[in-house]
């Protein structure tokens, strides 16, 4: 695929001394000064905004980007610290070619990956690159190499390392598309043959033992499965745990012992799905929350009520005793996953920051409230996941609450936006960096300072706007010097849209 990309497509190519200089202009007046490289067929609609009433997941931070950019030798503003050898990627929905903006829906457009190259001190090059599906690659002009998988899509939601691959992760039915250095899409991955149908774009990689776990959900399924894949980065079990009225499960959580499944009433509507919806999924008052615990190693899954939320995303949980703790982002019910683009609002307040403490001994689950401002995408020093954690991060962006936000819901804490949030768990305080207006932070990933022993001896990676230039900026924090002044303030040649996740990748 990578020779016809290069083959079919133009790319701009900025270099050293003519990016600095392209790099302040193009920020300001958007990129349509130079010459497109991988461009849509039919223009997007995010050049100039799409007018009243319309898609805000269309506009403002969200606008989809149109170029796929490549440049080198970018202009650092402070120090890229030198053991930061390796790629920040980050996904994303980018809409390419879309005829209706207020037809479509945000969770739905085409993945774009934005990655920068680290080493040796240096801000080797910033690359985008839509993942190529069919879909993308008609689009484009371009021809998709081999057989086209069922449920194929351009996976938008989480790209992660896996034994030296980097995969593009989609929940509900795609398979992962994996990715070269360099961002270009190579095929879709099923763990040498080994996974069959949907995955999970939430994945968790217990380092310890070496293995990688999905929960994944399909429309037609009577039930969800919990996939292990060992250190042989083979499907080496798999687990049908049966529910009900084939739900959406964006988020689970891993401790050492136990797989919690966390079954939010959103489920598929078929007569939706009929009617074209493009996110079939709806809110369903006649079922209960649910929280399931399952042994790693398979068995029966023991379920508790709790009462309903939206469960967004896991921070992290682990084993403490006879509980389990796990610590997530969530929004108040009801959420509407189909809503803004082809309906109705989807969240009636912001996310906020929760712990749930589920007790197996007296079986019952405690939910408190950790923090109550608007916060998302909660990240924790990876090499934890499944493990205990004293520290969390999360990000706070005023679009994101703007995008969400409904008529009848609560209204953001204005004070409270554009920030990083550095978490301390144990002595239940917070830290917070926060950006200007129009910042547009987006999820912090931690990246362990070469020799660390501390859990957050290390570096918070996020991309955050600069609004003054116009564009993104690769910030690099010190973990332990959180309020202070940016390591680092890496200038990408344009702006990245708000998204969703990504993942330090390590030379
Ligand atoms: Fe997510």
Not at 206 to 228: C, K, Q, S
Not at 243 to 265: C, G, N, Q, S
Not at 303 to 311: A, K, L
Not at 327 to 351: C, E, K, L, Q, Y
């Amino acid at each position: 695929m990578t020779s016809q990309t290069t083959s079919h497509t133009r790319r701009r190519i900025l270099q050293g001394a003519t990016f600095a200089a392209a790099a302040g202009a193009a920020g300001g007046l958007g990129l349509g000064r130079y010459a497109p490289a991988a461009r849509a067929a039919t223009p997007g609609p995010a050049a100039g905004g799409t007018g009243a009433g319309s898609n805000p997941f269309m506009e403002g931070a969200f606008a989809p980007a149109t170029d796929e950019l490549t440049a080198f030798d970018l202009k650092v503003v402070g120090r890229v610290p030198r053991d930061l050898n390796g790629r920040f990627l980050r996904t994303g929905p980018n809409a390419l070619g879309i005829e209706d903006p207020r037809a479509h829906h945000w969770m739905l457009g085409d993945g774009m990956v934005h990655g920068v190259r680290l080493r040796g001190g240096r801000a080797e090059w910033y690359r985008n690159r839509w993942v190529r599906s069919s879909q993308v690659t008609k689009k484009l002009g371009e021809t998709y190499p081999g057989e086209v998988p069922p449920d194929d899509f351009a996976c938008n939601t989480h790209v992660i390392p896996y034994k030296g691959r980097v995969l593009a992760l989609q929940e509900g039915g795609p398979l992962p598309y994996e990715l070269d250095g360099e961002l270009n899409t190579l095929r879709p991955y099923d763990f040498r043959a080994t996974l069959k149908g949907a995955f999970t774009a939430h994945t968790k990689y217990d380092a310890a033992a070496d293995e990688l776990h999905a929960v994944a959900y399909y429309p037609t399924w009577d039930h969800v499965r919990h996939i292990m894949i060992d250190r042989t980065g083979r499907v080496a079990r798999t687990t049908e745990v049966p529910v009900p009225d084939a739900p959406m499960m964006h988020d689970f959580a891993l401790t050492e012992k136990y797989v919690v499944i966390v079954d939010v009433p959103i489920t598929f509507d078929a007569a939706a799905a009929e009617a074209g919806a493009l996110v079939p999924y709806i809110w369903n008052d006649k079922r209960p929350m649910r929280v399931g615990v399952l042994p790693r190693a398979g068995g029966s899954t023991r379920w508790f009520e709790v009462d309903p939320i939206y469960y967004s995303h896991t921070l992290n949980a682990y084993d403490q005793g006879e509980s389990v703790i796990v610590d997530f982002t969530s929004m108040p019910a009801p959420f509407h996953a189909a809503g803004r683009g082809n309906g109705g609002p989807s969240a009636t307040g912001a996310p906020a920051l929760d712990r749930w403490t589920i007790d197996l001994r007296a079986g019952r689950v405690r939910s408190s409230r950790v923090d109550d401002r608007p916060q998302e995408f909660p990240r924790v020093n990876e090499s934890l996941v499944s493990r205990r954690h004293r520290y969390g991060y999360t990000a706070s962006a005023a679009a994101m609450w703007t995008a969400y936000e409904t008529v009848d819901g609560v209204p953001p804490d204005t004070k409270f936006t554009n920030c990083l949030v550095k978490h301390d768990m144990l002595r239940s305080t917070q830290q917070v960096h926060r950006f200007p207006k129009g910042a547009a932070a987006s999820e912090p990933v931690f990246v362990p300072r070469r020799g660390a022993r501390d859990e957050d001896d290390g570096y918070i990676v996020s991309y955050v706007n600069d609004p003054d230039r116009g564009a993104t900026d690769l910030v690099i924090l010190s973990a332990q010097d959180f309020t202070g002044r940016p390591l680092a303030r890496v200038q990408l040649p344009g702006r990245v849209p708000l998204g969703f996740h990504g993942s330090w990748v390590a030379a």
